[in-house]
């Protein structure tokens, strides 16, 4: 069974521009969730789709990340314009629904964010 | 608020046993979570405690005490691959936040030779 797969696994970007980080979670999972790692800080939640639908979004930043997950699969997170506090590492976790409550995240490799 | 502690780094040698410790404190408790997580990889999931105890999976055990809101892995037999960051992370209780995990900044192993 395929794990979480994120891509890019790194980027490089100038402050101003736009990045755009995809998930492709588990197959059948349909708890998402988007973490991030800024360096020299724990990880730190972003938000939560429950298939399609936004269920916590109250860990983003601000309104220059946008996250999408059309369908109920895979997901986007947009960052536009991107700032220089932006830079860190972005995980995806996925889970089952109904698994039971903690539900077990597995979570992908991430994806490098650098902007200069 | 949610505040979860563990040490920096640690260092051991191969064969010898080591114990991360991960104390908390959090408005509510459902368990508490250890990932591995090799640089540059994902965070691997090795154990729930939810309990009081010792719960052991092999080489890697690890402990609960709510009262104490205190938890340890212990790694016993330590090996070269066992070198990577340990991370101790407790589920949100409920409400709107259900799902999402609270981390500690992580315990840097280093086993040496």
Redesign the interface.
Known sequence: EA??TQFPSHSVIEKGQTVTLRCDPISGHD?L?W?RRVM??????LL?FVKESK??E??MPNNRFLAERTGGTYSTLKVQPAELEDSGVY?CAS?QLGGG??????????TRLTVL | GQN?DQPTEMTATEGAIVQINCTYQTSGF??L?W?QQHA??????LS?NVLDGLEEKGRFSSFLSRSKGYSYLLLKELQMKDSASY?C?V?SVGG???????????TQLTVWP
């Open positions: 794990g979480v708890n969730y973490y020299g800080k724990e990880i730190k939640f939560h269920q916590d109250s860990g995980f889970s409550y903690p539900d077990t995240q597995y979570f992908g490799p991430g | 979860i459902n368990g979570f990932y540059g990889e994902a965070p691997t999931f729930y991370l992370a589920p709107s936040t259900l799902g999402r995990l609270y981390f500690g900044r992580g």
